[in-house]
């Protein structure tokens, strides 16, 4: 009798900070009264509007997990702390409360709430460190926050949050039928001018010493995104080569916000024009009809200069020009060090044990290929979410059982739901 496979449940997810579901839509209001729909940021929103909407959030999403029951739950931009607190530091995102704290990290939170409901995770946390939220002196100089029905949330010349909101960081939640081996938070420098990289990673086994390394990435643009996913890259290969785990390595999965969208240069593109992006190649390498950075050799000069186009032509003004890089010589030098970097990076996996772990798949992506996606309706699944750039990148290794979009209504206005970011759900098999 063949052998069973075995099977995961991955959720990916971008909490988005302190979410205040349920709370009313925001409004910017000119000095002339002129009224415009803005974005459900929470420095938007009064303290208690801010502790009233995430626990809303709280109570509906670990239901939502009960019900999709993953294994795996990545977790980006996790928020804790208060914004009364003037001075937050790390400490304040790892604490722990006895009792249901309101600015307690809001992914030990859920794990209480899922613990209630029968579901038993051990919680990795990350402490990213930057204190997000903040306003400034002149915010709300020529526009104040209101609501659609006139309520005065913030007025003009105030500065409600001056020493920001909360701490953020990231959080892996891993069922207890899995056994968490090790744990890594990294923060290492990506280029030559010492920007550093923030991600965490775990090693995981089920119940048959079958072990898989999963990684939990909030990436950046552009040419950082591409320099960041060299770094992420080699970081797992020179952990896989120092391992000391049994030989029963089944693969990696790298998940969370990638801030881009997947390379699709021969795709459709007229749903908008940025729906592809360059920097996002050296996660899949290679991808049928569509591109091909495989070097047969290390001196594959048309791939390489064809990858350099696609990196300038990225940096345009025209497009993020906030993540641009004006200066000409910075720019060269980061393309230049990057390029020679995913040459050596790519001869460094072809000549190692782990050649066949270079490449990876989006599990969406590759569910849609080949039918195999079938959505929660009653969680707002789909197959496909326009300009989607939250993702669940898996090894070949992994083949798909179902992989979807949960919770598609998510928006960057509506407080209906339980973040600005969809999620994306996935079961794969090995």
Same mark, same amino acid.
């Given at each position: 009798?063949?052998?069973? $496979?075995?099977?995961?449940?991955?959720?990916?997810?971008?909490?988005?900070?302190?979410?205040?579901?349920?709370?009313?839509?925001?409004?910017? =209001?000119?000095?002339?009264?002129?009224?415009?729909?803005?974005?459900s940021s929470i420095h938007y929103f009064r303290p208690l509007e801010i502790i009233r909407g995430n626990q809303n959030r709280l109570n509906?999403?670990?239901?939502?997990?009960?019900?999709?029951? $993953?294994?795996?739950?990545?977790?980006?931009?996790?928020?804790?702390?208060?914004?009364?607190?003037?001075?937050?530091?790390?400490?304040?995102?790892?604490?722990?409360?006895?009792?249901?704290?309101?600015?307690?990290?809001?992914?030990? @939170?859920?794990?209480?709430?899922?613990?209630?409901?029968?579901?038993?995770?051990?919680?990795?946390?990350?402490? @990213?460190?930057?204190?997000?939220?903040?306003?400034?002196?002149?915010? %709300?100089?020529?526009?104040?926050?209101?609501?659609?029905?006139?309520?005065?949330?913030?007025?003009?010349?105030?500065? $409600?949050?001056?020493?920001?909101?909360?701490? =953020?960081?990231?959080?892996?939640?891993?069922?207890? @039928?899995?056994?968490?081996?090790?744990?890594?938070?990294?923060?290492?420098?990506?280029?030559?001018?010492?920007? @550093?990289? %923030?991600?965490?990673?775990?090693?995981?086994?089920?119940?048959?010493?079958?072990?898989?390394?999963?990684?939990?990435?909030?990436?950046?643009?552009?040419?950082?995104?591409?320099?960041?996913?060299?770094?992420?890259?080699?970081?797992?290969?020179?952990? +896989?080569?120092?391992?000391?785990?049994?030989?029963?390595?089944?693969?990696?999965?790298?998940?969370?916000?990638?801030?881009?969208?997947?390379?699709?240069?021969?795709?459709?593109?007229?749903?908008?024009?940025?729906?592809?992006?360059?920097?996002?190649?050296?996660?899949?390498?290679?991808? =049928?009809?569509?591109?091909?950075?495989?070097?047969?050799?290390?001196?594959?000069?048309?791939?390489?200069?064809? +990858?350099?186009?696609?990196?300038?032509?990225?940096?345009?003004?025209?497009?993020?020009?906030?993540?641009?890089?004006?200066?000409?010589?910075?720019?060269?030098?980061?393309?230049?060090?990057?390029?020679?970097?995913?040459?050596?990076?790519?001869?460094?996996?072809?000549?190692?044990?782990?050649?066949?772990?270079?490449?990876?798949?989006?599990?969406?992506?590759?569910?849609?290929?080949?039918?195999?996606?079938?959505?929660?309706?009653?969680?707002?699944?789909?197959?496909?979410?326009?300009?989607?750039?939250?993702?669940?990148?898996?090894?070949?290794? %992994?083949?798909?059982?179902?992989?979807?979009?949960?919770?598609?209504?998510?928006?960057?206005t509506s407080l209906d739901y339980i973040s600005d970011h969809p999620g994306i759900f996935s079961e794969l098999l090995y």
């Open positions: 009798m063949a052998k069973s $496979p075995h099977s995961i449940k991955t959720l990916s997810l971008n909490l988005h900070g302190y979410h205040p579901m349920g709370e009313k839509e925001r409004y910017l =209001e000119d000095r002339a009264g002129n009224l415009t729909l803005t974005s509906q999403l670990s239901l939502n997990l009960k019900e999709l029951s $993953p294994d795996i739950i990545f977790l980006q931009e996790v928020g804790a702390g208060s914004p009364n607190t003037r001075n937050k530091t790390c400490q304040d995102f790892y604490k722990k409360f006895s009792y249901d704290y309101a600015f307690e990290n809001t992914s030990l @939170r859920l794990e209480k709430k899922l613990d209630e409901l029968g579901k038993k995770f051990t919680n990795l946390l990350a402490c @990213r460190g930057n204190i997000g939220w903040f306003t400034g002196p002149t915010q %709300f100089i020529d526009q104040r926050i209101v609501t659609k029905d006139g309520n005065v949330i913030f007025d003009f010349d105030t500065n $409600p949050y001056p020493h920001g909101i909360l701490i =953020e960081g990231s959080s892996i939640m891993v069922s207890k @039928r899995l056994k968490v081996l090790d744990h890594q938070i990294y923060n290492d420098p990506y280029n030559y001018l010492n920007e @550093r990289f %923030f991600y965490q990673m775990a090693t995981i086994s089920d119940e048959d010493n079958n072990w898989f390394l999963a990684v939990n990435i909030h990436a950046g643009h552009k040419i950082n995104h591409f320099e960041q996913s060299i770094l992420i890259k080699k970081n797992i290969l020179n952990y +896989l080569k120092n391992h000391k785990h049994p030989e029963t390595f089944t693969g990696i999965l790298i998940a969370g916000d990638f801030n881009a969208r997947l390379f699709r240069p021969n795709s459709k593109q007229d749903i908008q024009s940025d729906f592809s992006e360059i920097s996002t190649v050296l996660f899949e390498v290679k991808k =049928e009809n569509q591109f091909d950075f495989l070097l047969d050799n290390i001196a594959d000069h048309q791939k390489i200069q064809t +990858l350099q186009q696609e990196l300038i032509k990225l940096n345009e003004s025209s497009y993020k020009p906030w993540a641009s890089i004006l200066d000409k010589k910075e720019f060269d030098q980061r393309l230049n060090d990057s390029l020679n970097e995913f040459k050596l990076l790519q001869k460094a996996y072809l000549q190692s044990p782990y050649k066949n772990y270079l490449m990876m798949q989006s599990s969406l992506e590759t569910a849609s290929e080949q039918d195999l996606c079938h959505p929660n309706k009653g969680l707002a699944g789909a197959c496909f979410f326009n300009n989607n750039i939250d993702f669940i990148m898996k090894t070949s290794s %992994f083949n798909i059982s179902n992989a979807y979009v949960v919770f598609a209504k998510n928006d960057w």
